[in-house]
């Protein structure tokens, strides 16, 4: 059984940055390309930026530039730094694997003065 836990979300200023976290456990994490993704209030839930086994990345355009996701396979973790954040930033993040359906408790983030 997949499971996920994201943490590292907190309040914070326009401009400031970030770094959220998520630990897996129940799956083989190197062999699963992961995705954060994020829900707004009101709004779906997008992914913002992903990352295949091998390292290779892919961001919502919304996100280039700013955001930066990483993977350290022998701890099983998974890494979102968020720099320049904006309001429009603010959303719960999730992250998961690509090829499953398994979600953790999200971490909320808010940018905001």
């Known amino acids: 059984q997949v499971q996920l836990v994201e943490s590292g979300g907190g309040l914070v200023q326009p401009g400031g940055s970030l770094r959220l976290s998520c630990a897996a456990s129940g799956i083989i994490f190197r062999l699963y390309a992961m995705g954060w993704y994020r829900q707004a209030p009101g709004k779906q839930r997008d992914m913002v930026a992903g990352i295949s086994r091998s390292g290779v990345t892919n961001y919502a355009d919304s996100v280039k530039g700013r955001f930066t996701i990483s993977r350290d396979n022998p701890k099983n973790t998974l890494y979102l730094q968020m720099n320049s954040l904006k309001p429009e930033d603010t959303a719960i993040y999730y992250c998961?694997?690509?090829?499953?359906?398994?979600w953790g408790q999200g971490t909320q983030v808010t940018v905001s003065s």
């Open positions: 998961k694997p690509l090829s499953t359906d398994s």
